[in-house]
């Protein structure tokens, strides 16, 4: 395909109008340019597109050996690369490779020879050590936030996976920070570097609006419940400086009538899964979360950002706020403080918010609820299968009823009305999917903690 036919076939998937000029800066320079690549831009600029144009492109038709490898630093990155991909190309075969999910799985999937691998650095090492991946084809590497990568302490990783794909004939490395110096490991040669750090258009700041809540006697909860009250119906995301912070804020939402989701780096991945798909299909307004939902998570609906604890850093607080205002968005972000806790010294500009004790008592409330169905990609199902089975129940169930469909290795979580659930489950748990005996259930997060495992 020709960059023009890559990017029309993107925005029209993607539902959006044009490329910003990061993007098509990028995927210019790799059209004219037989280098590697750089791109650096703030956190929700819109990299992933800048990055994914130039991998197609670089795409060399049928091949039985991988042809582009994609590493990213988390799981939901990794997951959100794949979703994008598929939704751009869908043709083009691509393999989802992370931890916390069985790798025999991963290797049945790399035996069908896909043209893209997205993985996290542990598992990819894992499959290149074990032979599950040639790389005698590759033509594009892209290190997808590197940055982070970095700072999560995977250098050793992939100082040993550069040792593995030195066959790649290009290279693409994303930040959201200035890398000086680059590590020697990375070997990027005759790069040109597309740097839109200090563009104001991208900067999220611009888009987003600051202001300070102060606890009156330093019982930050109880501020916490005002401020949620004051604050539209709209979706949002708390941050907690830890685990226990962020448990200790969920809990205490939930028992003030408050539905919320909890998400942690401790949480397995499945009830992770469910706390984004809750969150993003609008069953859940709040979501209570730790620095790993700053990066990786790519919820175009979040309109409030809390610090519930002060970030750990500038960057922390830059990309915290980063999941608000994506593209072309605006945002508010408002921090919280104990009366004795100054602001962090790089917090400018900033309103407070006046806060009615009792507010508009918004809740936080919906009226979708989500349903779970005990199949997904290994049964077969796709998301056409559910919305054909959820609209042929004896409900009368419209497809225009029924919202985001996300589809997992064994079990799907579908948007529905919430008043009509009780009716979908009755009508589902008496009828076959693809011939299969399926139960539905209220999709319900639970609190169940991870085994460690291979990263």
């Not at 036919?5 to 800066?25: G, P």
């Not at 590493?71 to 075969?93: D, G, H, M, Y």
């Not at 989701?261 to 709040?286: C, D, I, P």
């Not at 349903?371 to 089975?389: C, N, P, Q, T, Y």
């Amino acid at each position: 395909m020709t960059d023009d036919e890559v990017t029309a076939q993107a925005l029209k998937a993607l539902k959006i109008d044009h490329l910003n000029a990061m993007q098509r800066e990028a995927i210019d320079a790799w059209s004219s340019h037989d280098g590697d690549m750089m791109v650096l831009a703030p956190t929700g600029s819109g990299k992933t597109l800048a990055f994914l144009a130039p991998l197609l492109l670089s795409l060399k038709g049928q091949s039985r050996n991988v042809q582009a490898i994609v590493i990213a630093p988390s799981r939901e990155l990794v997951q959100q690369i794949f979703n994008v991909l598929k939704r751009i190309s869908p043709l083009t075969t691509t393999a989802c490779c992370y931890g916390g999910h069985d790798s025999a799985t991963e290797k049945r999937s790399l035996e069908s020879h896909p043209s893209v691998v997205v993985s996290t650095p542990g598992r990819l090492l894992d499959h290149l050590q074990r032979g599950n991946i040639t790389t005698s084809a590759l033509t594009c590497l892209v290190l997808d936030e590197f940055d982070k990568t970095l700072e999560l302490g995977f250098d050793d990783e992939m100082r040993t996976i550069m040792s593995h794909v030195s066959t790649a004939t290009r290279k693409i490395l994303t930040s959201a920070t200035v890398l000086e110096p680059l590590p020697g490991f990375v070997k990027l040669k005759s790069h040109i570097t597309i740097n839109y750090l200090m563009d104001n258009e991208l900067k999220v700041e611009k888009r987003i609006s600051l202001w300070h809540a102060k606890a009156s006697d330093n019982n930050k909860l109880d501020t916490l419940l005002t401020l949620l009250h004051n604050i539209p119906d709209e979706p949002t995301i708390v941050f907690a400086g830890s685990r226990e912070n962020a448990q200790i804020a969920s809990n205490f939402l939930s028992k003030n009538k408050m539905k919320v989701v909890l998400y942690h780096g401790a949480l397995q991945q499945v009830e992770r899964e469910k706390a984004v798909a809750m969150f993003s299909n609008g069953t859940v307004m709040v979501m209570v979360a730790t620095d790993l939902a700053a990066r990786g998570l790519d919820i175009t609906s979040v309109k409030h950002i809390i610090h519930y604890d002060l970030p750990s850093s500038q960057e922390a607080f830059v990309h915290r706020n980063g999941r608000t205002a994506r593209a072309d968005s605006h945002g508010h972000a408002y921090i919280i403080t104990a009366q004795n806790e100054p602001l962090p010294h790089y917090v400018s500009q900033c309103n407070n918010f006046s806060m009615m004790r009792q507010g508009n008592q918004n809740m936080k409330s919906s009226t979708t609820a989500t349903l779970h169905i005990s199949a997904g990609k290994k049964e077969k199902v796709s998301r056409a299968d559910i919305m054909g089975f959820l609209t042929a129940l004896s409900t009368k169930l419209s497809a225009g009823d029924i919202g985001k469909i996300n589809v997992y290795d064994h079990f799907s979580l579908v948007a529905v009305p919430q008043h009509r659930i009780h009716d979908i489950i009755e009508a589902g748990n008496h009828t076959k999917l693809k011939k299969l005996k399926v139960k539905l259930t209220v999709a319900v997060q639970q609190l169940r903690l991870a085994k460690p495992t291979v990263r």
